[in-house]
């Protein structure tokens, strides 16, 4: 079936790439051919990158047709913070489906994909995760030490959160647009790193001005490509960080649940 235009596409994915001294690893040419398929809008966040990054941006966007923007953020404020302002833009410009991918493109422009037709056949589904699930016959490479650390923190989130999920921290993950995640990013995250976590327990256990959401309306998709990048920011001391956080965060989820939502 041929791919939809911009002007004729229902539903056109506003995607995040959240960016830092990313002008070695950010592959132009892949993002933009993906912003050129016509139903995906790029939002690349920026939050004070020392390199070339931004010069990469402004050409790569200049050169999109309006397909891919730039949100230059002034000062650094991590992954978690360009994320949601990155979100939250996305659904000012009036988008009914957005989501969010690593610029290092660990998950590839054709795994994104295949994440936007899940969401698009299953109307249910609110909230559609990566999840890099290492099967025999798919192509999911990573360093073994992270693999299992990563194994390690998953089945910790996933106890934190009450929730079934397999993988809490792949960066690709889209959202259907609803009140209730409007709500879940109307605060900034208490986490640099795992507000993937937070973000999904605000959904899962509701936050001020929503309910919580179904486990229904969670799907998770094994991705069949995903690849360890080189040049990653992550270093031994953020996953200390990560666990500190994620104890912030289910004594977060405790007290509203005893508050009852
Ligand atoms: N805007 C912004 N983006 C960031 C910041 N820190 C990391 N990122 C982006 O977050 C994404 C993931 O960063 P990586 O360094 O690849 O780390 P990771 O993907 O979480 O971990 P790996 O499993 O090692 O790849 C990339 O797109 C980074 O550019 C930040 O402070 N600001
Ligand atoms: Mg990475």
Same mark, same amino acid.
């Given at each position: 079936?041929?791919?939809?235009?911009?002007?004729?596409?229902?539903?056109?994915?506003?995607?995040?790439?959240?960016?830092?001294?990313?002008?070695?690893?950010?592959?132009?040419?892949?993002?933009?051919?993906?912003?050129?398929?016509?139903?995906?809008?790029?939002?690349?966040?920026?939050?004070?990158?020392?390199?070339?990054?931004?010069?990469?941006?402004?050409?790569?966007? #200049? $050169? @999109? *047709?309006?397909? =891919?923007?730039?949100?230059?953020?002034? !000062?650094?404020?991590? %992954?978690?913070?360009? &994320?949601?302002?990155?979100?939250?833009?996305?659904?000012?410009?009036?988008?009914?489906?957005?989501?969010?991918?690593?610029?290092?493109?660990?998950?590839?422009?054709?795994?994104?994909?295949?994440?936007?037709?899940?969401?698009?056949?299953?109307?249910?589904?609110?909230?559609?995760?990566?999840?890099?699930?290492?099967?025999?016959?798919?192509?999911?490479?990573?360093?073994?030490?992270?693999?299992?650390?990563?194994?390690?923190?998953?089945? #910790? $989130? @996933? *106890?934190?959160? =009450?929730?079934?999920?397999?993988?809490? !921290?792949?960066?690709? %993950?889209?959202?259907? &647009?609803?009140?209730?995640?409007?709500?879940?990013?109307?605060?900034?995250?208490?986490?640099?790193?795992?507000?993937?976590?937070?973000?999904?327990?605000?959904?899962?256990?509701?936050?001020?001005?929503?309910?919580?959401?179904?486990?229904?309306?969670?799907?998770?998709?094994?991705?069949?490509?995903?690849?360890?990048?080189?040049?990653?920011?992550?270093?031994?001391?953020?996953?200390?960080?990560?666990?500190?956080?994620?104890?912030?965060?289910?004594?977060? *989820?405790?007290?509203?649940?005893?508050?009852?939502?």
């Amino acid at each position: 079936m041929a791919r939809k235009t911009v002007q004729q596409a229902d539903t056109v994915l506003s995607l995040v790439v959240p960016c830092f001294n990313e002008a070695q690893r950010l592959d132009a040419h892949a993002f933009a051919e993906l912003a050129q398929s016509g139903d995906v809008r790029l939002i690349f966040v920026d939050d004070g990158s020392t390199d070339a990054t931004a010069q990469l941006l402004e050409t790569l966007c #200049a $050169a @999109s *047709l309006g397909r =891919a923007q730039w949100l230059q953020l002034a !000062q650094n404020c991590g %992954k978690a913070e360009a &994320v949601r302002q990155g979100l939250l833009l996305a659904i000012a410009q009036g988008s009914k489906e957005i989501g969010f991918l690593d610029a290092d493109l660990s998950t590839p422009p054709a795994e994104l994909r295949r994440l936007l037709d899940v969401l698009h056949a299953r109307p249910e589904v609110q909230v559609l995760i990566g999840a890099r699930v290492r099967l025999l016959g798919n192509a999911v490479e990573r360093k073994a030490i992270r693999h299992y650390l990563g194994r390690v923190f998953a089945t #910790a $989130a @996933s *106890l934190t959160l =009450a929730l079934h999920i397999y993988d809490t !921290q792949c960066g690709a %993950k889209l959202f259907r &647009v609803t009140p209730a995640l409007e709500a879940a990013l109307a605060e900034p995250f208490v986490s640099r790193w795992i507000f993937d976590v937070e973000l999904l327990g605000r959904l899962a256990w509701g936050c001020p001005g929503a309910d919580p959401l179904p486990e229904s309306a969670f799907a998770e998709v094994p991705l069949q490509v995903w690849h360890d990048v080189a040049g990653s920011k992550l270093r031994p001391g953020h996953f200390v960080r990560a666990a500190g956080d994620l104890v912030q965060i289910w004594l977060r *989820l405790q007290a509203r649940r005893q508050r009852g939502g």
